[in-house]
């Protein structure tokens, strides 16, 4: 039978890797990924057939890698963070169900063997650079509307605030989309103060990496890029200071029995 392995290789750095993605990774002999991730990766790919394709192929890159892996090749399908957050694992998935609906003609795809390999994702790298800011009950919402309707999006950021979740946002901004995190921002803070800390991760765990500290009532988009991941405290997170080193938590309520 044929392999596909659908890999989360982390935030990007290599030391995040995890083992099973590398030993996935070294058992492939194709490799389906944006370039940039093939780049992070480094000499784990070296001897490997690359299939570089752009932002925005993403349902390409999930055909190509299904119709690799179906001739033959055991195949790599990479996403940065997880694969299964935002990411690649569920297009394989959609593009399976749409065989399996008869509304595709690729029957060979069912008869590859898929295995999804997690990998640590951008708010799990975030939150430990800062300390303990997913500590208690979070969420993550996407702030793109390219495929899910901004109504839809709304809805869920009033929901995250009602709940008192911490949230952490993905896709914040983009060259055309630059109003939506300010939103988000505004609609929060109908739910928490505005002194709620916040975290502003550029590039995690890559050479460029950025982490700013700010709080809910100062973040404005002009802050981030699309390279950015911005979390934010619930009511009881927390931003403490011991001497140059700045930590943000969520206390879990351990408060009662210490």
């Given amino acids: 039978m044929s392999k596909l392995f659908v890999i989360g290789m982390g935030p990007g750095d290599l030391d995040l890797v995890t083992p099973k993605a590398l030993s996935a990774l070294k058992a492939s002999s194709d490799m389906v990924a944006y370039g940039y991730y093939l780049d992070l990766l480094g000499e784990i790919c070296d001897g490997k057939q690359h299939h570089d394709l752009p932002l925005g192929e993403e349902i390409g890159r999930a055909r190509l890698a299904l119709n690799l892996a179906a001739s033959g090749k055991t195949t790599a399908l990479i996403s940065s963070g997880d694969i299964g957050i935002y990411a690649m694992a569920t297009l394989v ?41 997913l500590g208690h009950d979070f969420c993550t919402i996407s702030l793109s509307d390219l495929l899910t ?34 939103h988000a921002r505004d609609v929060l803070l109908q739910y928490r103060p505005a002194s709620t800390p916040v975290m502003i991760g550029r590039q995690l765990t890559r050479p460029e990496e950025d982490i700013t500290f700010t709080t809910l009532g100062e973040l404005d988009a002009r ?36």
Avoid: C
């Fill in 223 to 258: 802050q981030v890029d699309m390279f950015t991941m911005v979390s934010v405290g619930n009511s009881e997170s927390r931003h403490i200071v011991n001497s140059s080193k700045h930590w943000i938590y969520t206390p879990r309520g351990y408060s009662k029995k210490l």
């Fill in 93 to 133: 998935f959609e593009l399976l169900d749409q065989q399996l609906q008869g509304n595709e003609s690729h029957p060979e795809w069912l008869n590859v063997d898929i295995e999804v390999v997690p990998g640590i994702s951008a708010m799990q790298a975030g939150a430990s650079r800062v300390g303990a800011m």
């Fill in 149 to 182: 309707p901004w109504e839809t999006i709304d809805k869920r950021i009033h929901a995250a605030g009602e709940g008192d979740f911490v949230v952490s946002f993905y896709n914040p901004v983009s060259r055309k989309r630059d109003w939506q995190l300010n």
